[in-house]
């Protein structure tokens, strides 16, 4: 099977874009994470036609290597192409939390539809570090609001565990707490009143009647 693999893998490299293609598509369904498999694709996110980079980003999905290809799937959050951006904001997602630092580091001059993709894979990543950065981002990009708040709350709808949603409310209350005076941060706390909303949790009560009914909050607050 090494072999076959292999064999495979090279084809990643191959002239033929059709050859390559096909490769990977093989690879995601073989669910082969070699090293060998790892640079086949590496070399397709390196290429220029879309049609490349997306069927390498959709194997890397499948395959849940965004890790190990972040380096090469990052430069494609600011392509051009819609597709090609949204199948690598779902890649670079697959490196889980510990993409965080490699996420923000690129975050902090990016600008555009760049931005928007590197806010999208925050939203995804998970863990209580990737929501810090993403609400300080709210902060400095406020026109984001909308489409990170429907990110969250596909997230929060897939949380399993009672304590990954604690995590998530552990480190809302915390931002909130941390910006309860600061009048530039009123649409990156609007976001966060609405994720502990989502969440569901009778330990929130509490803190979102508080909010809604103090007068010193604004309107998008108290909704």
Request: proline share 4%.
């Given at each position: 099977m090494?072999?076959?693999?292999?064999?495979?893998a090279?084809?990643?490299?191959?002239?033929?874009?059709?050859?390559?293609?096909?490769?990977?598509?093989v690879?995601?369904?073989?669910?082969?994470?070699g090293?060998?498999?790892?640079?086949?694709?590496?070399?397709?996110?390196?290429?220029e036609?879309?049609?490349?980079?997306?069927?390498?980003?959709?194997?890397?999905?499948?395959l849940?290597?965004?890790?190990e290809?972040?380096?090469?799937?990052?430069?494609?959050?600011?392509s051009?192409?819609?597709?090609?951006?949204?199948?690598?904001?779902a890649?670079?997602?697959?490196?889980?939390p510990?993409?965080?630092?490699?996420?923000e580091?690129?975050?902090?001059?990016?600008?555009?539809?760049r931005r928007?993709?590197?806010?999208?894979v925050?939203?995804?990543?998970?863990?209580?570090k990737?929501?810090h950065?993403?609400?300080?981002?709210?902060?400095r990009?406020?026109?984001a609001?909308?489409?990170?708040?429907?990110?969250?709350?596909?997230q929060?709808a897939?949380?399993?565990?009672?304590?990954a949603?604690?995590?998530?409310?552990?480190e809302?209350?915390?931002?909130l707490?941390?910006?309860?005076?600061?009048?530039g941060?009123?649409?990156a706390?609007?976001?966060?009143?609405?994720?502990?909303?989502?969440?569901?949790?009778?330990?929130?009560k509490?803190l979102?009647?508080?909010?809604?009914k103090?007068?010193?909050e604004?309107p998008?607050?108290?909704?």
């Amino acid at each position: 099977m090494a072999s076959m693999v292999d064999r495979i893998a090279k084809m990643s490299s191959a002239e033929s874009a059709a050859k390559r293609i096909a490769a990977a598509t093989v690879l995601a369904e073989l669910q082969q994470k070699g090293r060998a498999v790892v640079a086949g694709l590496e070399d397709m996110l390196s290429d220029e036609p879309p049609d490349l980079q997306l069927a390498a980003l959709d194997a890397a999905t499948q395959l849940g290597i965004g890790a190990e290809l972040l380096d090469a799937i990052v430069p494609l959050l600011g392509s051009r192409d819609e597709s090609v951006r949204n199948a690598a904001v779902a890649a670079a997602a697959t490196a889980g939390p510990k993409a965080t630092k490699t996420i923000e580091s690129h975050l902090a001059d990016a600008k555009g539809v760049r931005r928007r993709a590197l806010e999208a894979v925050l939203s995804r990543l998970g863990g209580k570090k990737a929501l810090h950065v993403l609400l300080d981002a709210l902060i400095r990009d406020p026109d984001a609001a909308m489409s990170v708040a429907s990110e969250l709350r596909k997230q929060i709808a897939s949380l399993g565990s009672k304590k990954a949603r604690q995590t998530v409310r552990t480190e809302v209350e915390s931002f909130l707490a941390a910006h309860a005076k600061d009048d530039g941060a009123r649409t990156a706390r609007a976001v966060a009143v609405q994720v502990l909303g989502h969440l569901e949790d009778p330990a929130t009560k509490p803190l979102l009647l508080k909010l809604a009914k103090s007068a010193k909050e604004p309107p998008a607050v108290r909704e």
